[in-house]
């Protein structure tokens, strides 16, 4: 993380990355068949909808960071269902999100950079669900403003 930012303890983040081992092969999985499948079927019929189907909300929010991650570090790729799963989890309210989780997701989209337009989606929508204030201390005066960041 860039200097002035809030760190997130080294045991959070191994936690995030543990949480995200555990879903990444079905989700890896279930994006690959989707891409072969038709792009027109609704989500809970594709493996990634079914996939999200079964999942609690914190595997649905592991289930979102992995996606998120896959999505942001690698957008000159053929992306598509893997945004349409990110978006699909940013449009469930009430998964519980944690300002951790959010922060490590703020940063994971601020290091992408502009390239990945879509890149605020999941954090943006996480971002909402938590209490007003939650990520105030992340507005100091060398990292970017985080209010203007997600605010589009």
């Keep these: 993380m860039r200097s002035g930012r809030v760190r997130l303890d080294r045991a959070v983040v191994q936690g995030f990355c543990d949480r995200m081992r555990v879903v990444a092969p079905a989700a890896y999985g279930a994006i690959e068949r989707d891409r072969a499948d038709d792009p027109g079927r609704a989500f809970p019929e594709t493996a990634c909808g079914r996939l999200a189907?079964?999942?609690?909300a914190a595997g649905l929010?592991?289930?979102?960071?992995?996606?998120h991650h896959w999505c942001v570090r690698f957008y000159d790729d053929d992306t598509r269902v893997g945004l349409r799963?990110?978006?699909?989890?940013?449009?469930?309210a009430?998964?519980?999100?944690?300002?951790?989780?959010?922060?490590?997701?703020?940063?994971?989209?601020?290091?992408?950079?502009?390239?990945?337009?879509?890149?605020?989606?999941?954090?943006?929508?996480?971002?909402a669900e938590l209490s007003p204030g939650a990520?105030?201390?992340?507005?100091?005066r060398d990292a970017p403003d985080w209010r203007r960041l997600l605010a589009g």
């Design 53 to 56: 189907g079964s999942l609690d």
């Design 61 to 67: 929010r592991a289930l979102g960071m992995w996606a």
């Design 85 to 92: 799963l990110v978006r699909e989890i940013a449009g469930r």
């Design 94 to 127: 009430g998964l519980g999100w944690t300002v951790d989780e959010v922060r490590w997701m703020l940063d994971e989209s601020d290091a992408a950079g502009p390239a990945a337009v879509h890149r605020f989606v999941l954090p943006r929508a996480a971002a």
């Design 135 to 140: 990520l105030a201390d992340r507005a100091d």
